[in-house]
C-alpha cells in the first residue's frame, strides 16, 4: 500500500468508527450502507478505495463519473450519482449508474426511464435505483436541488410505473444554516409517507461528512460521505 492508501485506510476507519457508535446510540442492530463520495478526487483514489474493500462510490457531475468508470472497470465498483442532473444526461449516466439518487421531477424521470430501456436492450443491465430527492429547503432562493415534499407522491408513482427503473426510496442534503436533526426526522416521515404507497422505497440516503450522526439517527439507511475520508477539495462546482 501506498501512503495515500494508508491515509485513506485510517479515515475510513475512524469514518466507521462513528457510524458504529452513532448506530449503537441510536438502538439500531443494522448500520447504514456507507457510499464513499469520490468527486474531484482522481480515478486513483477511487482505486484504492476499491482496494481497501469500497464497494460503493458517489459522483456528481457525470463527466467526471463517466471517465472514472471506464477507467476502473473489474473492481466490482457501483456508481451511485448524487448530483443535479440534465435530462440530456440521462443517456450517459445509465452506462455506468447503479443508482441515481438525485430525481426530482418528472421530466428527468422520464428520461431516465426511456434511456434505461435502451441500455437495457444493449447490454442486458439491470434496473436503475432511482431515489426521489426532496427539497427540505423552505426558503426557495437556496436551491440544492430536490423536490417539494408535496410533489414526492406523485413523482415516486411514475418512477415506480416505468419498467427498468426501481423506486428505492429518499435521498436529502440538510439545509445549510439549520439543524440536520430536524431536517432528517422531517426527511424520515417524508419516507414513511412514501412507504404506505410503495412499501419496497425504504431507502434513505442522508448524512455526509459533518452530520452522519444525525443522520443515523434518524434511520439512514444509505451514508455519502467525501471530505472526512478523501480529504478537502478545491471549492468549485
Ligand atoms: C459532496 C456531496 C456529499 C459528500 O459531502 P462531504 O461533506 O464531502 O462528506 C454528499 N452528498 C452530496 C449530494 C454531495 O454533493
Known sequence: MDERALQLQDRLAAV???????????GRDVEPGLIVVTKFH??????RLAGLGIRDVGENRDQEASAKAAELPGLGLRWHFIGQLQSKKAKSVVKYAHSVQSVDRPQLAEALAKAILRAQEETG????????QVSLDDDAGEHRGGAAPAAVGQLADSIAEA????????????????????????????????????PGADAISAGMSQDLEAAVLHGATHLRIGSDILGSRPAVG
Open 16 to 26: 466507521r468508527a462513528r457510524i458504529t457508535a452513532a448506530s449503537r446510540a441510536a
Open 42 to 47: 482522481p480515478a486513483a483514489d477511487v482505486s
Open 125 to 132: 443491465r439491470p434496473d436503475l435505483d432511482c431515489f426521489i
Open 163 to 198: 419498467p427498468g427503473l426501481r423506486l428505492a426510496g429518499v435521498m436529502a442534503v440538510a439545509p445549510l444554516g439549520g439543524r440536520p436533526e430536524d431536517a432528517f426526522e422531517r426527511l424520515a416521515g417524508i419516507s414513511a409517507a412514501l412507504r404506505e404507497a410503495h
